[in-house]
């Protein structure tokens, strides 16, 4: 499999553990670097050689090195976690996936979706920023993460769709963070642990269904390179 924006390499080392190869993306050569030092940590029984890696940005993966592209196209192109939202335009990343993926592949991609109840609901507490900042589609939000400042975009599924184009096949949305808090109410899961693991669970009981696989912190969509 293929990761994109694959950060400190958490996932990548996951799926190692689990016998999947693996070769991880990130434009940052720090991050890079950590995924170096976690390959290095790994046991000698975690398949450590199913783990490779590149400093790379994800419209650039025409670039990835030709000893790390099996010859019958990857099983799974896959992002976590908003990576993507970082770039205005997916079609600069999703051009490249049909030389990448196998007949049959499939993109796993977690992006932040234009609606976020929890945020909207910060508008009672006066915190109108976070409560709308989603909603300007013609314009991106700045983002601050440990000292670095960037643009965030939100995309629906269906732009995501749009973006894939026709030789891709919807085959599963998933909400994540729709009835559990996001990150940002980090205190909630101490104050109310009993509440916070049932919306937790709502999240996996309802999160498939429409509408509500379209909203929430976060989106997580599957689909298939249907080779049309």
Known sequence: MLELNAGTGDDAVFFVQHGRHVHA?????????????????????????????????????????????????????????????????????????????RRDGYVVWVIMPPICPWELAQAARGQFKTAFRRLHASRSTLAHVEGAYFHTHYFSPKQVMQALGPQFSLRQLQSIGLFSPPSFLEAFPRRLPRLFHWLCRQDENVGRSWPFNRMGDYVMLTAQYTHV
């Not at 400093?55 to 976690?81: C, E, K, M, W």
């Open 25 to 101: 993306t990130d434009l940052a050569e720090g991050m890079i670097s950590v995924i170096a030092h976690k390959q290095n940590q790994l046991p000698a029984d975690a398949h450590l050689g199913n783990l490779s890696f590149q400093q790379l940005s994800f419209t650039q993966l025409d670039q990835i090195h030709p000893a790390q592209r099996p010859a019958q196209g990857y099983d799974l192109v896959f992002s976590n976690f908003g990576g993507l939202n970082c770039h205005p335009d997916l079609s600069a990343i999703t051009r490249h996936l049909p030389a990448l993926l």
